[in-house]
T-cell receptor, first 115, second 113 residues
């Protein structure tokens, strides 16, 4: 079975531009979470979606938004890019949103570079 | 709020040495605890987990015990191999925040032959 897939793999943008990152969860998983991993740091939680509804939001500005589609895939959008948005963006899927027992399965990430 | 504090790295060990990476946590609920590993150029992979106090998670020779009294979840391996070279992340997921994960800053391990 395919794991979590993300596209694109790498992306280079300039300040002020907009970016859309995409994620497809493992088949049967209904929860998708997004994380930002700055070089040398641990992943920081951005959003969680379950059954197309936002279930959690981390401490990120409103320039960051996301949505989940009926097939449970997800998009992360970032507007007005700043140099500090350069990071590895990780998508993770899990079976459900509510239980803390469920491990999250991570995709390979999208490396975003903002110039 | 919930958080994880992880041992600073980098850590360099000789092959077959004993490994300990310290991890302590702060949580208001009853968290599940995880260790993830990230190999160069790859995403995070679950290494092991423990969902309640005194549980021991184990996988590939790695072990960690959920200690509620010391709020710790230290990672250990008796004999490391070169192939264990990677970055290790401790993480928690608290029941009162759904399935949101909080990660430590990561510990880079290099094993030399």
């Amino acid at each position: 079975d395919a794991g979590v897939t993300q596209s694109p793999t790498h992306l280079i943008k300039t300040r002020g531009q907009h970016v859309t990152l995409r994620c497809s969860p493992i088949s049967g998983h209904k929860s998708v979470s997004w994380y930002q991993q700055v070089l040398g740091q641990g992943p920081q939680f951005i959003f969680q979606y379950y059954e197309k509804e936002e279930r959690g939001r981390g401490n990120f500005p409103d320039r960051f938004s996301a949505r989940q589609f009926p097939n449970y895939s997800s998009e992360l959008n970032v507007n007005a890019l700043l140099l500090g948005d350069s990071a590895l963006y990780l998508c993770a899927s899990s079976l459900a949103a509510e239980s803390s027992y469920n491990e999250q399965f991570f995709g390979p990430g999208t490396r975003l570079t903002v110039l | 709020g919930d958080s994880v504090t992880q041992m600073e790295g980098p850590v360099t060990l000789s092959e077959e040495a004993f490994l300990t990476i310290n991890c302590t946590y702060t949580a208001t609920g009853y968290p599940s605890l995880f260790w993830y590993v990230q190999y160069p150029g790859e995403g995070l992979q679950l290494l092991l987990k423990a969902t309640k106090a005194d549980d021991k998670g184990s996988n590939k020779g790695f072990e960690a015990t959920y200690r509620k009294e010391t709020t710790s979840f230290h990672l250990e391996k008796g004999s490391v191999q070169v192939s264990d070279s990677a970055v290790y992340f401790c993480a928690l997921s608290a029941s009162n925040t759904g399935n949101q994960f909080y990660f430590g800053t990561g510990t880079s391990l290099t094993v030399i032959p």
